[in-house]
């Protein structure tokens, strides 16, 4: 599985074409917000490493700032959302919307439906699991 640095330069990088000249004026009107990109990165970069590690098979690499790749667009997803909201940007319907799945995303690796190791060669993607739900169903 491949591991990638969660950064400020990966996010720059991938930075949507129509928020990072708002991003930009944002951050020259108010240059005390300067460093706030770098906060929500760790922040959200945090929830991802923590979530994995509530499943005890899975392990995370030695960088301390890497996310497996499976992850980094909903990752990138929570930060520009979270961006765009402290901005006071207006929300369209389809950001909330990938906002909605990026969570579920996070959410899914807390409950054990995702599987990860640290790294290892062999194991070139994530291991989702398919909880058997058919024992104790609420509906015929």
Known sequence: ?????FDTSLLMADFPTDLRPLFEAWVNQFPEKAGRLAQIIDRIRSEFRD???TNPENT???DEIALP??????AETMVFYNL???????IKDEAQ???????I???QISYKH??????????RAPHYTVPDSTKERALS
Not at 1 to 5: C, L, P, R, S, T
Not at 97 to 103: I, Q, V
Not at 117 to 122: C, V
């Open 69 to 74: 790749e499976s992850c980094i667009r909903s």
């Open 51 to 53: 979530a994995i590690l």
């Open 84 to 90: 765009m909201m402290e901005m006071g940007l207006s």
């Open 60 to 62: 995370l690499v030695s």
């Open 1 to 5: 599985m491949q591991w990638v640095a």
């Open 114 to 123: 995702f599987r990860t190791s640290g790294g290892s060669a062999d194991e």
């Open 105 to 107: 995303f996070l959410r």
């Open 97 to 103: 919307e990938s906002m909605t799945r990026a969570e």
